[in-house]
């Protein structure tokens, strides 16, 4: 039998139409967060070094999360190994809003035995994040175009006035686009710092020490610098937790317990996510904590959001530990043993006799190798376990051409910015180390990488270095100083700014779109930290 249509059942049929527009609008209007891929990270060893660094500014600008590519697509495959994309965070459709307020905080509904009351909530966005997000698309397509026409550029481009500094010459990937993004980072950045926590493990670290960077950073940004205080204009949002400062109070040498640190990072975030919306928003994408402690990888660990999704700002930046450029930023190692940098520069180039020199214990297998085959072995090549009495550390780098920078127990090592300060090339020895600011600063310009199973043959590689490309290394070395050094009072494009603006970059790889978000996470959030227990 065949369908019959007749002429009444157009009444019956035409009101039903507008309902199933508003229906197909209401459902289609839910938002979703995603985050830039890192494909461009992976087919950077099939590039050239030009190609990238054209690539990793030019994506910053795009219209569409699966076209956006990872901001770090300008560093060179032999940098990092290729990080996996993070699988985008889907929401189901938006609930019923009869049985959802849409003004509740989207927290974690935590019960006396931990239990989350209430799995589905919904967050409605505040104005103010629309308007940020909104300006967001506009900043980056900004430095994309900065990017794409940098032989036109000038300090004053577009109205992008700065008569302080214009970053230029091969030490930078792209300077114009780095200088776009830098200015266009001091009129936007924002760092929320939540005020949970007490001294000393919180809102406080360490000044005057190997780990004097997570402490210096932490009390600049505590005393103001770029800080809101109202959490709905953050860009940023800032985990004040010192690691260093876990161990030293809660860990029992040679225990090998991290519990106690570990109960200590679930209960904060567990705190954050009940009392704030921010978390859940956004599962800790616009989230940041920091840490020069090796440990700072594993204590990360404990909040599986944490170590996937936020951005770490991390000395032990290695990638065969879960390091991804992507999202996470590379924190340079100083040892500032007085609180001060003192005694910048060093002998001119001419003047400097030795070839290369390192001098330090052997932690971990690489220095073990150095030692192994260059200790004592020629006036060359100067390796020390221990520098002889009454020899200067800092002296014998001023006077070298190249340091030594091995990694230790952990890739990262002081001694990178130490011979920055010398202005010593610095030499990098290490397997997964991704040096900091790789997604502006262009490396080869300024140093020298080698293999580790290339430490027999350093002489040879650094003998080959012709005197003309030293003297073109030694003299990036003194320009791209001024981004690693420590100011009492910081002042712009130095290594606080720098970081600021490496975690500035992470955040523009974040985006919210559309009007609603639904969390679903946080029952997920506390089975996952439980699971850790």
């Given at each position: 039998?065949?369908?019959?249509?007749?002429t009444?059942?157009?009444?019956?049929?035409?009101p039903?139409?507008?309902?199933?527009?508003?229906?197909?609008?209401?459902?289609?209007?839910?938002?979703?967060?995603?985050?830039?891929?890192?494909?461009?990270?992976?087919?950077?060893?099939?590039?050239?070094s030009?190609?990238?660094?054209?690539?990793?500014?030019?994506?910053?600008?795009?219209?569409?999360?699966?076209?956006?590519?990872?901001?770090t697509?300008?560093?060179?495959?032999?940098?990092?190994?290729?990080?996996?994309?993070?699988?985008?965070?889907?929401?189901?459709?938006?609930?019923?809003?009869?049985?959802?307020?849409?003004?509740?905080?989207?927290?974690?509904?935590?019960?006396?035995?931990?239990?989350?009351?209430?799995?589905?909530?919904?967050?409605?966005?505040?104005?103010?994040?629309?308007?940020?997000?909104?300006?967001?698309?506009?900043?980056?397509?900004?430095?994309r175009?900065?990017?794409?026409?940098?032989?036109?550029?000038?300090?004053?481009?577009?109205a992008?006035?700065?008569?302080?500094?214009?970053?230029?010459?091969?030490?930078y990937?792209?300077?114009?686009?780095?200088?776009?993004?830098?200015?266009?980072?001091?009129?936007?950045?924002?760092?929320y710092?939540?005020?949970?926590?007490?001294?000393?493990?919180?809102?406080?670290?360490?000044?005057?020490?190997?780990?004097?960077?997570?402490?210096?950073?932490?009390?600049?940004?505590?005393?103001?610098?770029f800080r809101?205080?109202d959490?709905?204009r953050?860009?940023?949002?800032?985990?004040?937790?010192?690691?260093?400062?876990?161990?030293?109070?809660?860990?029992?040498?040679?225990?090998?317990?991290?519990?106690?640190?570990r109960?200590?990072?679930?209960?904060?975030?567990?705190?954050?996510?009940?009392?704030?919306?921010?978390?859940?928003?956004?599962?800790?994408?616009?989230?940041?904590?920091?840490?020069?402690?090796?440990?700072?990888?594993?204590?990360?660990?404990?909040?599986?959001?944490?170590?996937?999704?936020?951005?770490?700002?991390?000395?032990?930046?290695?990638?065969?530990?879960?390091?991804?450029?992507?999202?996470?930023?590379?924190?340079?190692?100083?040892?500032?043993?007085?609180?001060?940098?003192?005694?910048?520069?060093?002998?001119s180039?001419?003047?400097?006799?030795?070839?290369?020199?390192?001098?330090?214990?052997?932690?971990?297998?690489?220095?073990?190798?150095?030692?192994?085959?260059?200790?004592?072995?020629?006036?060359?090549?100067?390796?020390?376990?221990?520098?002889?009495?009454?020899?200067?550390?800092?002296?014998?780098?001023?006077?070298?051409?190249?340091?030594?920078?091995?990694?230790?127990?952990?890739?990262?090592?002081?001694?990178?910015?130490?011979?920055i300060?010398?202005?010593?090339?610095?030499v990098?020895?290490?397997?997964?180390?991704?040096?900091?600011?790789?997604?502006?600063?262009?490396?080869?310009?300024?140093?020298?990488?080698?293999?580790?199973?290339?430490?027999?043959?350093?002489?040879?590689?650094?003998?080959?270095?012709?005197?003309?490309?030293?003297?073109?290394?030694?003299?990036?070395?003194?320009?791209?100083?001024?981004?690693?050094?420590v100011?009492?009072?910081?002042?712009?494009?130095?290594?606080?700014?720098?970081?600021?603006?490496?975690?500035?970059?992470?955040?523009l790889?974040?985006?919210?779109?559309?009007?609603?978000?639904?969390?679903?996470?946080?029952?997920?959030?506390?089975?996952?930290?439980?699971?850790?227990?």
């Amino acid at each position: 039998m065949n369908p019959t249509f007749s002429t009444s059942s157009v009444f019956v049929v035409l009101p039903i139409l507008p309902l199933l527009a508003l229906l197909l609008l209401f459902f289609s209007d839910h938002s979703a967060l995603t985050t830039f891929s890192s494909s461009s990270a992976s087919s950077a060893s099939s590039a050239s070094s030009s190609s990238a660094r054209s690539e990793f500014w030019r994506n910053i600008g795009g219209n569409s999360s699966s076209a956006a590519n990872s901001i770090t697509a300008g560093l060179s495959s032999d940098q990092l190994a290729p990080a996996e994309a993070p699988s985008p965070i889907t929401f189901p459709k938006k609930p019923d809003s009869r049985n959802s307020s849409p003004s509740a905080p989207a927290s974690s509904q935590i019960g006396e035995a931990g239990q989350i009351n209430r799995d589905t909530e919904l967050t409605r966005p505040s104005s103010s994040l629309h308007k940020l997000e909104a300006k967001l698309v506009e900043v980056r397509a900004s430095i994309r175009e900065a990017a794409l026409f940098a032989r036109n550029y000038t300090s004053t481009t577009h109205a992008y006035s700065d008569q302080d500094f214009l970053p230029k010459g091969h030490i930078y990937r792209n300077p114009s686009a780095f200088h776009r993004s830098y200015l266009e980072m001091e009129k936007l950045m924002k760092i929320y710092v939540y005020e949970e926590g007490e001294r000393p493990i919180f809102h406080d670290g360490p000044c005057r020490s190997i780990y004097s960077s997570e402490g210096r950073f932490i009390h600049e940004i505590e005393k103001g610098l770029f800080r809101t205080r109202d959490p709905n204009r953050a860009l940023v949002y800032f985990l004040p937790f010192s690691v260093v400062r876990m161990v030293q109070f809660l860990y029992v040498p040679d225990s090998h317990d991290t519990k106690p640190m570990r109960r200590v990072v679930v209960d904060y975030m567990k705190l954050i996510a009940h009392r704030h919306p921010f978390w859940n928003r956004s599962l800790g994408a616009d989230h940041f904590m920091l840490s020069c402690h090796d440990w700072g990888p594993t204590t990360s660990s404990f909040v599986p959001h944490l170590y996937h999704r936020s951005i770490r700002a991390l000395c032990n930046a290695n990638t065969s530990e879960g390091f991804r450029p992507f999202k996470d930023v590379s924190f340079p190692e100083i040892n500032l043993q007085t609180g001060e940098v003192r005694g910048l520069g060093g002998a001119s180039p001419s003047t400097r006799t030795i070839l290369a020199f390192f001098a330090g214990r052997q932690h971990g297998y690489i220095r073990y190798l150095l030692l192994n085959q260059w200790k004592n072995k020629d006036p060359d090549v100067q390796v020390y376990e221990q520098l002889p009495r009454r020899v200067s550390y800092q002296g014998m780098m001023k006077k070298s051409k190249f340091c030594l920078c091995p990694s230790g127990y952990e890739v990262a090592s002081p001694r990178v910015v130490e011979a920055i300060y010398a202005e010593c090339v610095p030499v990098l020895i290490s397997d997964g180390f991704v040096p900091p600011f790789s997604d502006v600063l262009n490396w080869k310009s300024f140093s020298v990488e080698i293999k580790v199973t290339d430490i027999p043959n350093i002489k040879q590689i650094l003998m080959g270095i012709s005197t003309r490309h030293y003297l073109r290394l030694q003299r990036r070395v003194k320009m791209v100083q001024r981004h690693f050094v420590v100011n009492s009072t910081p002042t712009r494009y130095d290594v606080l700014h720098m970081i600021l603006h490496s975690i500035w970059l992470r955040r523009l790889n974040v985006r919210f779109q559309d009007t609603y978000s639904t969390v679903t996470h946080s029952k997920l959030f506390h089975n996952q930290t439980n699971q850790n227990h």
